[in-house]
């Protein structure tokens, strides 16, 4: 499991410097949202915990083609983790988000419509009940 987390973390924190050289910002003031959609999850970009623009999981990725499969196994990883929260913290799927941050290591924040729900960890996210 500390192979996935290392990744996972890896990925979160070069998606979010990408999207700061993009914006020309700083990464403190860029986040990455997750959340449940009908089809999945959906990934979105934020710039001062405002929406800027939704995303692929190929965009956070930052791939074209995605040759190590990223792109198939992390999607039911983070569904299955989005459903537990809310079963977890009693919130329904369309007011449940996590929001990512690197301030300066990548950290993961649930949130309950516009409320913090508490810190979620990539063990949560990635761990043995993930896909249970």
Known sequence: MSFIVSQSKGIMSRAIDRYAKQK????EKVQLLLNMKDEGVGYFLMQNFRIEQELSIMDVLGVKVDFKGYSMIA?????????????QYKVTAADLSVIITKRPNVKMYAYNAKSIIGEVTFEYLFGEDALK
């Open 24 to 27: 020309d910002v700083t990464p």
């Open 75 to 87: 999607p039911p990883f983070i569904r299955q983790a989005l459903e537990r929260m809310t079963d």
